[in-house]
């Protein structure tokens, strides 16, 4: 819980990208751990969705950040002004990643957080559980914000040079994260 917690917190003030997503990083490993605590085959099984989903978020997330640092020489979400004008894809794909970072459905980060939940519902920890959709709802607040400033008007819109190898990439994540929040069960069943 105070995991949970203290990394949502902290990430809820940082105008930086890198360490909104390290922050974050802390609040999900809160989330994973909440698994471990179930103690049978059921945490498992959501420890190993979680791990999935989080880790394709996140490496798109990560991958974006340094494309972001390498090219404007900032991590500062004011750099995202614009995106969406300027690199509608990337945008989006950006966006999805952010959202199902967020666990919002019908990403794969939604489900993982749902499955998670039920879980430890089942084994009676119903405190611990509000606890993890409060903190949850404090994770939508900042990760909604960059998808805000990507989609504002800007005088100086950003301008990323995307390749196309690292646009299929950010794609082959994107299309991960939707999938597993249509069929998550493509996981529960090889697990």
């Known amino acids: 819980a105070v995991t949970m917690i203290f990394g949502n917190l902290m990430a809820v003030s940082q105008t930086s990208l890198k360490r ?3 922050y974050s990083s802390i609040a999900h490993a809160g989330y994973m751990l909440m698994a471990i605590i179930a103690c049978n085959d059921m945490g498992a099984r959501s420890l190993i969705l979680y791990a999935y989903a989080y880790s394709a978020a996140s490496i798109g997330a990560f991958a974006f950040l340094i494309i972001l640092i390498n090219q404007l020489q900032t991590d500062h979400q004011d750099a995202l002004k614009g995106l969406a004008y300027s690199n509608p894809l ?13 666990g919002i459905p019908p990403t794969a980060g939604f489900f993982a957080k749902y499955y998670l939940f039920t879980t430890l519902i089942s084994q009676g920890y119903v405190g611990l559980v509000i606890i993890a959709v409060l903190s949850s709802l404090i994770g939508v607040y900042f990760y909604l914000r960059p998808i805000i400033f990507m989609f504002q008007h800007s005088n100086v819109e950003t301008k990323l040079k995307i390749s196309q190898s690292s646009l299929a990439f950010f794609a082959l994540v994107t299309l991960i994260i939707v999938i597993l929040g ?3 069960q493509l996981i529960i069943e090889i697990i």
């Open 90 to 102: 990337l945008a989006i794909f950006l966006a999805v990643i952010l959202i199902s970072l967020a």
């Open 20 to 22: 909104l997503f390290a």
């Open 182 to 184: 249509f069929m998550p």
